[in-house]
């Protein structure tokens, strides 16, 4: 911001000098000219940012913003990526379905940008860990965790996917109905199922 006061600054006081003084034009006129081309170069060299498809000033605000949908894209790409691998059909399933859904909710945020601050829980906390569950799962089927030992995690799986699957289908209804849920409830489910099975990835592992 300093950066862009001082140019600004600069541009302008050049701009006065040159019509007041060698051009002789009216101090009014010119003070005015150039009080509109401080703001028209501060403008322009400030620097711009994309969040979704729209463009923003680079302020505070608006960089947690595309931060915010920065996370959720690579949420919902990790869980397209990850469920595209689970071989249980249930459970790839249930995980593709949830990915169609964020990536719907990805595409809406494209272009609502007023949407974002307020789905900032439901992003931070439901989509890492939607993400961190399918990859959970998708790990313990690629160590090959004992038929047993796999299905204890499956039941746990399907059912947080479940769950999720109504959390993201209440999230992306609330935009349309322009009502924005409060999520504020983090589940032991939830928790619980994203670390499942770390010991039976090491014992596999060691």
Do not use: C
């Amino acid at each position: 911001m300093v950066k862009q006061n001082l140019l600004s600054f600069l541009g302008s006081l050049i701009f006065f000098l040159i019509f007041w003084y060698l051009l002789e034009w009216p101090l009014y006129l010119v003070l005015v000219l150039t009080l509109i081309l401080f703001f028209a170069i501060y403008f322009l060299i400030t620097p711009k940012i994309k969040i979704g498809n729209v463009e923003v000033l680079d302020d505070q605000l608006n960089k947690e913003l595309a931060d915010l949908y920065q996370v959720l894209g690579k949420n919902v790409k990790r869980m397209e990526q990850n469920a595209k691998q689970i071989e249980d059909q249930e459970v790839a399933e249930l995980a593709n379905s949830l990915t169609g859904i964020g990536f719907s909710i990805y595409e809406y945020l494209d272009d609502h940008l007023q949407a974002l601050s307020a789905s900032r829980h439901f992003i931070e906390y439901y989509t890492t860990k939607s993400e961190e569950i399918i990859e959970n799962y998708y790990e313990l089927e690629r160590v090959g965790v004992s038929t047993n030992k796999l299905q204890q995690v499956k039941a746990q799986t399907t059912e947080a996917l479940g769950y999720l699957k109504q959390i993201f289908n209440q999230q992306r209804d609330s935009y349309h109905q322009q009502k924005y849920l409060n999520l504020e409830l983090q589940t032991d489910l939830l928790e619980k199922t994203a670390q499942m099975g770390e010991e039976f990835k090491q014992e596999e592992q060691s």
